[in-house]
């Protein structure tokens, strides 16, 4: 069972990361965009496989890592909308 969830969470990782590079090529024609929204799929994906193992400590280490994820999150968005703000008050 532990495997089918690991290919699991492995294929839809994939599936957001393609959605998400085929989302910024659109746009824009370097990588940095797409990495940087790539970044917290990867981290809480790899923070919840680390959650199905039966180690108490590693458990606790992939809590860590899907609330880490979620926060960095929410800094990016803010820091999104303080640098369009300033942006904006610059013209």
């Known amino acids: 069972m532990f495997t089918y969830q690991l290919l699991l969470i492995l294929a839809l ?13 659109r746009f824009q024609d370097g ?6 929204l790539m970044f917290p799929i990867i981290i809480f994906s790899l923070g919840f496989a680390l ?19 979620s926060a960095f999150i929410s800094i990016l968005f803010t820091g999104a909308i303080i640098l369009g703000q300033l942006k904006y008050w610059k013209k």
């Open 31 to 36: 990588l940095s965009l797409p990495l940087i």
């Open 51 to 69: 959650r199905l193992t039966n180690n108490k400590t590693i458990i606790d280490v992939g809590y860590f890592v899907t609330d880490s994820s």
């Open 13 to 25: 990782v994939i599936i957001y990361c393609a959605v998400i590079f085929y989302f910024c090529k």
